[in-house]
Every structure is written in structure tokens, then in C-alpha cells.
């Protein structure tokens, strides 16, 4: 198990879909030579948010890997400072609730995310292309490029034609938003309308 833990700039680009067209992309990601499945996994994740809501911590675990992970900037941003620091056994998650319940964080509900991970080349850049389904949240398509530095210019750029070459539209921020705090309320968002 490696522990090493990593920060970097994640510029990244996102786009809801309905059932129908993940099951579309599913497809065509894993029968397509050009992109080369990474990674699987099912992940659990606790999401703390600071008032300003523009960090929030998480502590994500599955069969592979636990981990805590925090992101400086909000949701709708599309680069955004990441530090992940990988954690060796489920008590190390318990300890971090732990000390999260002492903090002034706010606590938002927990998610599964089934999510497949698929390396692109693009433009001679190796891009990861992540297909996502969280539970009663959303179905989502994640485009992104870990960067030493926060120069995004040629990475959005290129995020944008990957998105446009699957037939999707950059998420719109203001129903994302809505989506997600009707989701942070409780409510069943999978079938809300692209």
C-alpha cells in the first residue's frame, strides 16, 4: 500500500447526464482502444465543509484505498488545490471523525460513488477520463488533468473538446448548486433534468 501523500492542482470539468447516456459512455469507454481503464472502485465519502464553504475535507475509504482528502476552492471551480493523504486502516478514518467533531465544520451527507477511471492521451497530454454514478445524487462524467501548477489555459481548453467529442455540455453551475443542496437537504436527485 503506498502512503505517500500527494498535492497538486486538480483542473478538471464535469458533466450530469441521464442514465441512458452513461450507460452509452460505460460502453464506449471500455470497448474503445483509445482509452485504458485505471481504475474501479465503489467509494464512501464523508464531506466536511469549513463556513466559507470553499475548503472542505473528506474522508473517503472503499475496498482499495482510505484516505483524507482536502480541496481549496468550490465545487464549481474548475482548478482546485488537492491534498491527499492516504491513511492504512479504517481506525485512522474513525480517529479523523473523531477530531472533526470537535472542529467548527459542517458535516453534509455521506455518498457511494461507483466511479471507472480511464487514461486519455489528448493533444500529448494523458487525461483521466471518470465515469461516475453516485447513488441517488447523480450520474456525472469528470474530465481531468493533475497539475504540479494551477496554469490551466491549455488543460480546460482541452477538457472542454474531450466533453464536446462525448456529446456533453459543461454542467451548468447554478443547477449543480441546487442539485446539490437539495440533495445535502435530503432529497432524491438522480432523475433531476440535465
Known sequence: M????????????KAVMNKDKYEELDRLLKSDSR??????????????????????????????????VCKKGLVTK???????????????????RQIFDL?????????????????YNYGGYDYIICLQHIENFAYLLEVEFLSKTDNSAIHEKNLLDILKEFGLDVIDNEKFLIRVEDYKA????INYPV
Open 2 to 13: 503506498n502512503l505517500t501523500p500527494e498535492i497538486f492542482y486538480e483542473i478538471e470539468i
Open 35 to 68: 482509452f485504458k481503464m485505471i481504475n474501479k472502485e465503489s467509494i464512501n465519502t464523508e464531506f466536511y465543509k469549513a463556513d466559507n464553504d470553499k475548503i472542505d475535507v473528506r474522508l473517503r475509504y472503499s475496498d482499495k484505498s482510505m484516505e483524507i
Open 78 to 96: 474548475n482548478v482546485r488545490k488537492e491534498i491527499k493523504i492516504p491513511l492504512p486502516t479504517i481506525e485512522h478514518i474513525n480517529h479523523f
Open 103 to 119: 472542529l467548527p465544520v459542517v458535516s453534509n451527507p455521506q455518498t457511494l460513488k461507483h466511479k471507472q477511471e480511464f487514461l
Open 186 to 189: 435530503g432529497k432524491v436527485t
